[in-house]
């Protein structure tokens, strides 16, 4: 059974700090993402990466950074936390083998809840 | 502008009744079309999808989805509701040429009443 695994439940920052969010899936998937749920807005995008090195800005990349060294783990990083950035924070993958990406559904991480204060 | 809508915010039914959750879309094309369910404290698992053929689509743990292109609409429905169906739904599309970008609509919440 396919997992992604995000390192923290529940985070709590403060303004200004560097937050690391870290996403490891363990079904050798090529693309993973990172997404943001906010109450109302569903989920957006902020970046993707189909393969190690490699990012894609999705739809909401200010104040955001990627990190893919390697292919199972992929973090996101705020550079200087702010309180807008309080969010649900959902690491999604799948693969680019099947016939077209569309057919290899996005499994995703149970979430982190970050905090800034 | 490009969008995916899902009327509902809440809806609350009764354990056994019919379920139709509604979703429209606005994009050019025909984009590829997804039902995404999450319990709460969960990441989200695919219900079902749409990308060609039979416009009736069925899904896990009972649920179909009917696409109507005439309507730009890709509506979820249940035949007889369960405690645990309730959750959060969300509708998602990826526009032609979209890659794997899903763009998610706002999300429905389904409370389901004993």
């Known amino acids: 059974d396919v997992k992604v695994t995000q390192s923290s439940r529940y985070l709590v920052k403060r303004t200004g700090e560097k937050v690391f969010l870290e996403c490891v899936q363990d079904m050798d998937h090529e693309n993973m993402f990172w997404y943001r749920q906010d109450p109302g807005l569903g989920l957006r995008l902020i970046y993707f990466?189909?393969?190690?090195?490699?990012?894609e800005k999705g739809d909401i990349p200010e104040g955001y950074s990627v990190s893919r060294e390697k292919k199972e783990r992929f973090s996101l990083i705020l550079e200087s936390a702010s309180t807008n950035q309080t969010s649900m924070y959902l690491c999604?993958?799948?693969?680019?083998?099947?016939?077209?990406?569309?057919?290899?559904?996005?499994?995703f991480g149970n979430g982190t809840r970050l905090t800034v204060t | 502008a490009q969008s995916v809508t899902q009327p509902d915010i809440h809806i609350t039914v009764s354990e056994g009744a019919s379920l139709e959750l509604r979703c429209n879309y606005s994009y050019g094309a025909t984009p590829y079309l997804f039902w995404y369910v999450q319990s709460p404290g969960q990441g989200l698992q695919l219900l079902l999808k749409?990308?060609?053929?039979?416009?009736l689509v069925q899904g896990i743990k009972g649920f179909e989805a009917e696409f109507k292109r005439s309507q730009s609409s890709f509506n979820l429905r249940k035949p007889s509701v369960h405690w645990s169906d309730a959750a959060e739904y969300f509708c998602a599309v990826v526009p032609l040429g979209g890659y794997n970008k899903l763009i998610f609509g706002a999300g429905t919440r389904l409370a389901v009443h004993p």
């Open positions: 749409y990308f060609s053929g039979d416009t």
């Open positions: 999604a993958s799948n693969s680019a083998r099947t016939e077209s990406s569309y057919n290899s559904p996005l499994h």
């Open positions: 990466s189909y393969d190690v090195k490699m990012k």
